[in-house]
């Protein structure tokens, strides 16, 4: 622990304000930025390796004990000087460095559902939905397409802490993806504003890819064509449609209520 509080001209202190504001930096040191007090005590509760903590000197006690056990550095800051670098404005700012992890579509569990994120690019709603997928049982969720950086510290404070848990698997490549998918024995089911569609709970989503599409605009032409049953949740009121957070947790819940009704194999 430094014996003098880092000021925020510290190299240190320089760098940790790149991570929290720059994807290219995050990805060079294959890492994520955990904001708050509640964040970096999941990030030292899960299995991931938290590399640097740095903290207010009335913060610091919050994490001593965790940190000393798993001998993570614990770094002193000047008062005042993680306030201008975080995006969570917290009465006791303190902030972890955490590993970041790569995951592949074999990483997923094969009898559980999955959540594809097609081209969602707010980060609140890509959080939410990581915690949504955690929840509710789902073996992963695959941001495609030209989805949010999943390391971007919005998304991490949305998750909850799901982030540092939840296989996250990023895929560019969305016809690849979802050829790859099928080739594993899974069903397409995405999500449509569609009177044509089926409606959500006449779908075996026990297995499934869940796939929802961008926030104003749904999922793309092209994708909807590729998907096996489009999906839709018939609403009773007059609203046109859900926004996508509440979509995918219906059918996320829908999937898990389903398995949960499934006769054990």
């Given at each position: ?21 720059r994807?290219?930096v ?13 964040l ?39 008062d ?26 074999e ?7 999955v ?151």
């Open positions: 622990m430094a014996s003098e509080p880092l000021s925020a001209k510290n190299p240190k202190l320089k760098h940790l304000r790149r991570l929290v504001n994807g290219d995050r990805a060079q040191d294959s890492v994520v930025v955990a904001e708050g007090p509640v970096v005590a999941e990030a030292l509760a899960s299995n991931r390796a938290v590399l640097d903590i740095y903290a207010e000197a009335d913060s610091v006690a919050l994490v001593t004990a965790e940190a000393s056990a798993l001998r993570v550095p614990v770094h002193v800051v000047a005042g000087a993680l306030a201008s670098i975080l995006n969570t404005q917290a009465p006791r700012p303190i902030a972890a460095v955490v590993e970041a992890v790569e995951h592949t579509l990483d997923l569990a094969s009898d559980k559902p959540l594809v994120l097609e081209d969602v690019r707010d980060p609140g709603n890509a959080g939410t939905l990581m915690r949504t997928a955690e929840a509710s049982g789902m073996a992963g969720l695959i941001l495609a397409g030209t989805s949010v950086d999943p390391t971007n510290p919005k998304v991490i404070r949305a998750s909850a802490g799901a982030a540092f848990r939840l296989p996250i698997v990023k895929a560019p490549d969305t016809t690849g993806l979802f050829e790859e998918l099928k080739s594993q024995g899974r069903i397409l089911a995405g999500a449509l504003v569609d009177s044509s569609a089926q409606s959500y709970d006449q779908v075996d989503l026990t297995t499934a890819a869940i796939v929802l599409g961008n926030e104003a605009h749904g999922l793309s032409e092209e994708i909807a064509q590729l998907v096996d049953h489009p999906i839709t949740i018939p609403l009773a009121g007059p609203t046109e449609s859900l926004n996508v957070a509440a979509t995918g947790a219906i059918l996320c819940f829908e999937a898990l209520r389903q398995i949960r009704l499934s006769p054990p194999s």
